[in-house]
């Protein structure tokens, strides 16, 4: 693919507009030395204002989703698209949010521009386990574990039992739960199945992927590795 065309998909603004970033001098090699549009270079080798040039198509982000932010491109408020370079709004293929994290709940989400990665990752073949940690407004009844990892709790509204769900005890008022599907609202229509309230919920992971020391509100770009451990188990804590 031309520079032009390659640097224009990744949203650094129109061809037109590209164009005249090369003959500014704008976009440049790893050493400084100014690029022209029908160079071959090494994707990791382009930079543009002495920035490494956005990653090519294939991209996973990992982001700490804060409180009070809408996973939707169009809802009036803030929303998680804003909390990224304005130019990963417009890059071609589009990057999406592989699954949905309530306003209310805080933590991991992911987003790529992959169709086949993200519905992998949402197909409830897959069995992608996701992880939560929950305060709750009262203490724990104690037979929550077993109800949860039953395989029998119906949910209101719902047709179907949920699948068995793993859960842990932290604290009178703080669990972690893992489960393997991702029902509306699912963690906390567990809980109130139970006659109790989820007051702070945060994903902390996604199968093996956790978030590590990414700060509340920061995203980064995931290696191969790290995309890979989505699809593996939990690490035990």
Not at 38 to 60: C, K, Q, S, T
Not at 119 to 134: D, F, L
Request: aromatic share 6%.
């Amino acid at each position: 693919m031309k520079l032009v065309k390659l640097i224009a998909n990744l949203g650094y603004g129109s061809r037109k507009d590209v164009t005249q970033m090369f003959r500014a001098g704008r976009i440049t090699d790893a050493e400084g030395q100014v690029l022209y549009a029908d160079d071959v270079v090494a994707h990791e080798n382009i930079r543009v204002d002495d920035e490494p040039l956005d990653p090519p198509p294939g991209l996973v982000l990992m982001l700490n989703k804060p409180l009070g932010v809408t996973c939707s491109r169009k809802d009036p408020g803030r929303v998680v698209y804003d909390l990224l370079p304005p130019r990963f709004n417009v890059r071609t293929p589009a990057l999406s949010s592989v699954g949905r994290l309530d306003r209310d709940t805080t933590g991991l989400l992911l987003f790529t521009d992959d169709g086949a990665l993200l519905h992998r990752i949402i197909s409830p073949r897959a069995h992608v386990a996701k992880v939560y940690e929950a305060t709750l407004a009262q203490d724990l009844r104690g037979d929550e574990g077993a109800l949860f990892g039953s395989g029998s709790l119906m949910l209101e509204s719902e047709k179907e039992p949920l699948a068995p769900a793993q859960l842990e005890v932290l604290g009178p008022r703080h669990a972690r739960l893992t489960v393997t599907e991702g029902r509306y609202h699912q963690v906390r229509r567990m809980f109130a199945a139970t006659g109790n309230h989820v007051e702070t919920l945060e994903r902390v992971a996604v199968g093996a992927l956790t978030l590590g020391e990414l700060p509340l509100g920061e995203w980064r770009a995931l290696e191969a590795d790290e995309v890979a451990a989505v699809f593996m188990p939990p690490t035990a804590g």
